[in-house]
């Protein structure tokens, strides 16, 4: 099918257990992915086409693949095409852009940049059009493979997705901070796919709020999809202040959690406040009518639990 032409400007390490599985190209067409947008498009500018309804223009057939041998990608590419001269602002010039499959576009004679994207893989060929000359079909190979993220607890316990998010950066060897390294993707939801290009990742994941973060390098490899369980030593605790033991929480009551070493980790009001703690010690003081009731309590990995604070005279 051709595309008509348009101009247009879009879009821890505790423990980890890794699953790596070569699926067909076809599941990474999965609709399911993060808003990604892609970088640097700021840096372009849109123009005319100028090949559209042309005599002279040449028509190139355009298709991308995953890996060398491999089938055409079929959907979820984005095709863009850019003068390789910069304008007087400095930017590079976007002529056309298709979405989809394979596709294919009609071009003056003269050079573009060529660029696809797959998710967060992509790629980006110059191309030189003769007026003379037939242009073959132009396979751009992406090298590319994906990721589905997901997280447990203790002996396996699964988290509940809403109370997870990943974040996904450059894989330098040398990096010792999260600052040190490059964002790709940040507040990734878990059991999507995530398409990127092949090679090593540094993956943070953080359950809750507070202080469960666990963190692992994990490798892409092209053509392959690689399900990442990432293992937390943390659990959800709710906690109540009662007048006997199995109560009902009392409302109007302010929470304040500490760590072993007397730092504060949370503050909270109400009558069943919930969070997210890693495995450790800790102490509650509940507020309530200017009175203060403290409580020790630990947290298990995977172990949800209630901590009740008696309310006393």
């Keep these: 099918m051709f595309f008509r032409l348009k101009a247009l400007l879009s879009m821890a390490l505790l423990s980890v257990a890794l699953t790596a599985n070569a699926y067909a190209q076809n599941n990474f067409t999965v609709e399911q992915q993060p808003n990604i947008q892609l970088p640097g498009l700021q840096d372009f500018s849109p123009t005319e086409n100028p090949a559209q309804n042309s005599a002279t223009a040449i028509t190139v057939a355009l298709e991308a693949v995953l890996q060398e041998e491999g089938a055409p990608i079929q959907t979820g590419l984005i095709w863009?095409?850019?003068?390789?001269?910069?304008?007087?602002?400095?930017?590079?010039?976007l002529i056309a852009a298709a979405e989809g499959g394979?596709?294919?576009?009609?071009f003056e004679p003269g050079d573009y940049f060529v660029h696809v994207a797959f998710g967060r893989a992509s790629v980006t060929k110059k191309l030189s059009v003769s007026p003379d000359a037939e242009i073959p079909p132009q396979r751009f190979i992406l090298d590319a493979g994906g990721v589905i993220l997901k997280a447990a607890s203790g002996d396996?316990?699964?988290?509940?997705?809403?109370?997870l998010n990943f974040s996904i950066y450059s894989g330098e060897q040398d990096a010792v901070a999260d600052t040190d390294r490059q964002l790709i993707l940040e507040f990734v939801k878990p059991n999507l796919i995530v398409r990127l290009n092949e090679g090593t990742y540094h993956i943070v994941s953080k359950y809750g709020d507070v202080n469960a973060v666990t963190r692992a390098d994990v490798r892409v490899e092209k053509g392959k999809l690689t399900e990442v369980l990432m293992n937390h030593r943390a659990a959800e605790v709710t906690f109540k202040l009662v007048s006997k033991e199995g109560g009902e929480g009392i409302a109007d009551t302010a929470w304040s959690v500490?760590?072993?070493?007397?730092?504060?980790?949370?503050?909270?009001?109400?009558?069943?406040?919930?969070?997210?703690?890693?495995?450790?010690?800790?102490?509650?003081?509940a507020l309530h009518q200017e009175n203060e009731y403290p409580l020790d309590f630990h947290v298990s990995p995977g172990k949800n639990s209630d901590v009740e604070v008696l309310l006393t005279n």
């Design 80 to 93: 863009r095409v850019f003068d390789p001269t910069p304008d007087e602002e400095g930017k590079l010039r």
């Design 102 to 106: 394979s596709t294919s576009i009609d």
């Design 156 to 163: 396996n316990t699964r988290l509940s997705p809403s109370l």
């Design 258 to 285: 500490y760590s072993s070493s007397g730092d504060i980790i949370g503050e909270m009001v109400g009558a069943f406040p919930r969070l997210v703690l890693s495995e450790g010690d800790y102490t509650v003081i």
